[in-house]
């Protein structure tokens, strides 16, 4: 899928820029050094040793090593190492996701970290509210994968948050994005907006297939909005006989119908 296509042309135009910054150079060995130190953190982590795994993933960082930046952001924030600090959680989050680089997993955690830092600059936890950053920060983890980013970036635009216009369009597509994912509640938004027709054509079969995929991962309420738009639109009674009869017709043609008549089939 386009990213880039999905968010237009002017959060485009951010996502370049985030991306610009996200991955500072290293020199190879000194990107080993970090991850020695992240490892040994990870040691003294497991052995109960808070202040050894704090100065090694903290040196790590400094070295340029993102998830040593990602996890000392994640332990401030909670108050591992006394009360919790957001302003030094901010600043830890927004080191991880500027070192944004390594594999599909490295590079899925600090997009995680991306999310972190645009939700608190986004809600001001840290002292001040900074929309610009929150955006950017939004766009980048979004943009590598993280579901939780998408979401918060398609509400903005539906929303006019952070200084952004309006844009259902946009939202609707963020909203897939996020449901690509696998976020429920990014299908769940975009199957309202389709049976709504919001930013998008109303298409009852849309909103039914987008609930239905909700429902499969046991969303209960997508499963009954997709019963509902079914007794709408092919006068299926609202009965489990008449339901897994449908969905077991469907079954021949359709991965997703199979698994909904099998869990029917389950329901007591």
Same mark, same amino acid.
């Given at each position: 899928?386009d990213f880039?296509r999905?968010?237009?042309?002017?959060?485009?135009?951010?996502l370049g820029a985030a991306?610009?910054?996200?991955a500072?150079?290293y020199?190879?060995?000194?990107?080993?050094?970090?991850a020695?130190?992240?490892?040994?953190?990870?040691?003294?982590r497991m052995?109960?040793?808070?202040?050894?795994?704090?100065e090694?993933?903290?040196?790590?960082c400094?070295?340029?090593?993102?998830?040593?930046?990602?996890?000392?952001?994640?332990f401030?924030?909670?108050?591992t190492?006394g009360e919790?600090n957001?302003p030094?959680a901010l600043y830890?989050y *927004? @080191?991880?996701c500027? +070192?944004?680089?390594?594999?599909t997993g490295?590079r #899925?955690?600090? /997009?995680r970290? !991306?999310?972190e $830092?645009?939700?608190i600059?986004?809600?001001g936890?840290?002292g001040?509210?900074?929309?610009?950053l929150?955006?950017?920060?939004?766009?980048?983890?979004?943009g590598?994968?993280?579901?939780?980013?998408?979401?918060?970036l398609?509400?903005?635009?539906a929303?006019g948050?952070?200084?952004?216009?309006?844009?259902?369009?946009?939202?609707?597509?963020i909203?897939g994005?996020?449901?690509t994912?696998?976020?429920n509640?990014?299908?769940?938004?975009l199957?309202t907006?389709h049976?709504?027709g919001?930013g998008v054509a109303? *298409? @009852?079969?849309q909103a +039914?297939?987008?609930?239905e995929d909700?429902?499969? #991962?046991?969303? /209960?309420s997508a !499963?009954s909005a $997709?019963?509902?738009?079914l007794a709408e639109t092919h006068?299926?009674?609202?009965?489990?006989?008449?339901?897994?009869?449908?969905?077991w017709?469907?079954?021949?043609?359709?991965?997703?119908?199979?698994?909904i008549?099998?869990?029917?089939?389950?329901?007591?």
């Amino acid at each position: 899928m386009d990213f880039l296509r999905l968010i237009g042309p002017v959060t485009a135009l951010v996502l370049g820029a985030a991306l610009a910054l996200a991955a500072p150079s290293y020199g190879q060995d000194t990107n080993e050094d970090g991850a020695s130190l992240f490892d040994r953190g990870n040691t003294a982590r497991m052995n109960d040793d808070v202040e050894a795994m704090r100065e090694d993933w903290t040196r790590s960082c400094e070295l340029g090593f993102g998830p040593a930046c990602y996890e000392l952001a994640r332990f401030i924030q909670r108050g591992t190492f006394g009360e919790p600090n957001i302003p030094q959680a901010l600043y830890y989050y *927004d @080191l991880a996701c500027r +070192r944004l680089e390594g594999d599909t997993g490295r590079r #899925r955690m600090l /997009a995680r970290a !991306c999310t972190e $830092a645009g939700a608190i600059h986004a809600n001001g936890h840290a002292g001040s509210v900074n929309p610009e950053l929150a955006v950017q920060r939004l766009v980048t983890g979004c943009g590598n994968g993280n579901a939780d980013g998408c979401l918060m970036l398609a509400y903005t635009h539906a929303r006019g948050w952070l200084g952004l216009e309006v844009n259902m369009a946009s939202a609707a597509e963020i909203f897939g994005f996020a449901c690509t994912l696998g976020n429920n509640e990014g299908c769940t938004t975009l199957a309202t907006l389709h049976y709504n027709g919001e930013g998008v054509a109303r *298409d @009852l079969t849309q909103a +039914r297939h987008l609930f239905e995929d909700a429902c499969i #991962r046991q969303d /209960a309420s997508a !499963c009954s909005a $997709a019963f509902q738009i079914l007794a709408e639109t092919h006068e299926v009674e609202q009965t489990r006989m008449a339901l897994r009869s449908f969905y077991w017709n469907e079954c021949q043609s359709s991965n997703r119908s199979c698994t909904i008549a099998r869990m029917l089939d389950q329901a007591e």
